[in-house]
């Protein structure tokens, strides 16, 4: 069998003799930013360029039209790479996964070099809408990741950050159905929709005074009325509820549901409530292959954050969905971003440039030689 470190220091050489190709993946995704399940170039630009570095591809894998499988190598041990490439509306990829993406080419490619010797299969799912919809959630329940002995992907973030303690979190649409009216002549005639809005907010404030520390309650009216001299006869919203399990995520959710009740009763007008997407899981670490990563990571110089800066991490995500099923880490690579960080435009713009080249750089060699511990040590 192959020497460990030798094999660790050909991943390296690989990936830093992709390097240029990789930029390139990365910043042609990030200026061309297409948000949840409407990911058709960059997924394509991906399927394209793992089907020239000899990965077996499957386009709309199980359906899901953004979605693809490349696969390489044909061992026994399977070893699933994650590539998300969404990217939020008015923000571009403003969470990174252009780097994502990128990583996620760099490890597979780097992997399928060694891969007779490893006795891996290299699989590299295309995964699509993260930032909600839930893309992973969608490929697991038609059979997408099982049997996997381990899964991996890394995070761009402001620091870098070993251990994934993500949220869990439920995403629902809200609207309210009232009845519209002249709001000088006839107010009275009016059933105000967004006026139920403004009592569930209300409500909701209230509420937090009775909400634990590891819960997050958060949204957005998009709709709330086309003129003010008309009473609005709709309205809608986008509301994000997050909690440290699933458990504890559904009592949470009731709570905030009849606050959102409490506006129908007052306003009178009519509550729809639509889940977005199956709630994300809390994350499970592969506490086994995390310690391979911090390691292979620290020998490549980079720093794991200790101040408290480094709270992407308790971002949720739906890999935390496929770490209940398979082994799964999901590090943050730091990109020197702060003050800026996730979700805000300045870190759209840390996501390009000498920084985010060496994070996708060193995310990638770090993931693969991680895979070379795992099946090795």
């Not at 086309?226 to 709570?255: C, D, M």
Request: proline share 6%; glycine share 10%; with cysteine.
């Amino acid at each position: 069998m192959s020497d460990p470190d030798d094999l660790k220091n050909r991943l390296r050489a690989l990936v830093d003799a992709d390097q240029p190709a990789l930029i390139a993946i990365s910043e042609a995704i990030h200026a061309d930013p297409e948000t949840a399940w409407q990911e058709h170039r960059a997924s394509a630009r991906l399927q394209n360029e793992l089907a020239i570095r000899g990965f077996d591809v499957v386009p709309a894998y199980l359906g899901l039209e953004t979605a693809f499988l490349a696969t390489a190598g044909s061992g026994p041990v399977r070893i699933g790479v994650c590539a998300e490439y969404d990217a939020l509306p008015d923000l571009g990829h403003a969470c990174g996964h252009n780097l994502i993406s990128a990583i996620a080419v760099g490890v597979g490619t780097a992997l399928a070099g060694v891969a007779d010797e490893l006795g891996i299969t290299v699989e590299v799912y295309g995964t699509p809408a993260e930032e909600g919809g839930g893309g992973k959630i969608e490929l697991l329940e038609r059979g997408a990741f099982a049997g996997l002995d381990l899964a991996v992907m890394a995070h761009p973030g402001p620091v870098d950050v070993a251990e994934a303690r993500p949220f869990a979190v439920a995403h629902s649409h809200v609207r309210y159905d009232g009845k519209g009216a002249h709001a000088g002549a006839y107010p009275e005639q009016g059933v105000n929709a967004n006026d139920a809005f403004v009592i569930a907010q209300v409500a909701m404030g209230l509420l937090r005074q009775q909400l634990p520390h590891t819960v997050r309650v958060h949204g957005i009216q998009t709709v709330g009325g086309q003129a003010p001299n008309a009473i609005p006869q709709s309205t809608e919203g986008r509301w994000y509820i997050r909690a440290a399990t699933l458990t504890e995520l559904a009592g949470v959710e009731e709570k905030v549901n009849r606050c959102f009740e409490a506006g129908a009763l007052a306003s009178g007008a009519a509550l729809t409530i639509t889940p977005e997407s199956k709630p994300y899981s809390e994350f499970r670490n592969d506490e086994r292959a995390l310690g391979f990563y911090r390691a292979n990571a620290e020998a490549l110089g980079r720093v794991f954050d200790t101040s408290g800066a480094g709270r992407m991490n308790q971002a949720s995500t739906d890999m935390g969905n496929v770490s209940q099923v398979v082994p799964a880490i999901h590090p943050y690579v730091g990109v020197n971003s702060l003050p800026a960080t996730n979700h805000q435009p300045e870190f759209a713009g840390a996501c390009v440039g000498p920084d985010a080249e060496r994070a996708l750089r060193d995310a990638s060699v770090a993931l693969a030689q991680t895979v070379v511990d795992v099946v090795m040590a």
